[in-house]
């Protein structure tokens, strides 16, 4: 069964310590791996797609890389404004296009 | 910008009443999904469209129902609506030119009294 397990739940950082966030999987075959950002009340804003092991994605302070069973998303040196909630999704190739969600990563990021 | 729009972006609502959500996906965009996200809650998956038709369902109320148009815009009814129906709706939009990328909307807050 299609899976995905993202942790910690939450991760609290003063402004400026970098650190990583994890998402690992279990599907049949990946199609895709997706990273996304929540913040409250408001619908989740793409940030990356990954296809492949090895694959590797970059915007701003954000970095997301890619290996068989799981994927990081490393932010370094983050700002408040980083502060949100961070969903990792799986399509499956057999999925007929559907996300498979991770529960997120609440980051807070103190000045 | 995703350049999926939804309306409204806020509705509050008696117990039992009806309410239609709009959902416009991005242009050229075929596949429409609905979710439903109440309060600290993850993303709960309703139901998917493609081209028109029904593409996949998922833990969607027998009182919900949705359909999407020839213009590939999108509704979802709620009806006899219940105070645990409140929540946020998104709908979110792929194929055509996102590729396999999903790009979600702001959502449409529901709150029932």
């Known amino acids: 069964e299609d899976q995905v397990t993202q942790s910690p739940e939450a991760l609290r950082l003063q402004e400026g310590e970098s650190s990583s966030l994890n998402c690992s999987y279990t599907v049949s075959g990946l199609r895709g791996l997706f990273w996304y950002r929540q913040d409250p009340g408001k619908g989740p804003e793409f940030l990356f797609t990954?296809?492949?092991?090895?694959e590797e994605k970059e915007k701003e302070r954000l970095k997301a890389t890619l290996t068989k069973k799981e994927s990081f998303l490393h932010i370094t040196a983050p700002k408040p404004e980083d502060s949100a909630t961070y969903l990792c999704?799986?399509?499956?190739?057999?999925?007929?296009?559907?996300?498979?969600w991770g529960a997120g990563t609440k980051l807070i990021i103190k000045p | 910008d995703s350049g999926v729009t939804q309306t409204p972006k806020h509705l509050i609502t008696a117990t039992g009443q009806r309410v239609t959500l709009r959902c416009s996906p991005r242009?050229?965009?075929?596949?429409v999904y609905w979710y439903q996200q109440s309060l600290d809650q993850g993303l709960q998956f309703l139901i998917q469209?493609?081209?028109?038709?029904?593409?996949a369902k998922g833990n969607i109320l027998e009182r919900f129902s949705a359909q999407q148009f020839p213009d590939l815009h999108s509704e979802l009814n709620l009806s006899s609506l219940e105070l645990g129906d409140s929540a946020l709706y998104f709908c979110a939009s792929t194929g055509g030119i996102s590729g396999n990328t999903i790009y979600f909307g702001e959502g449409s807050w529901l709150t029932v009294v």
């Open positions: 999704a799986v399509q499956d190739m057999d999925s007929n296009y559907q996300l498979i």
């Open positions: 469209y493609y081209n028109g038709e029904e593409r």
């Open positions: 242009s050229g965009d075929l596949s």
């Open positions: 990954l296809y492949s092991a090895g």
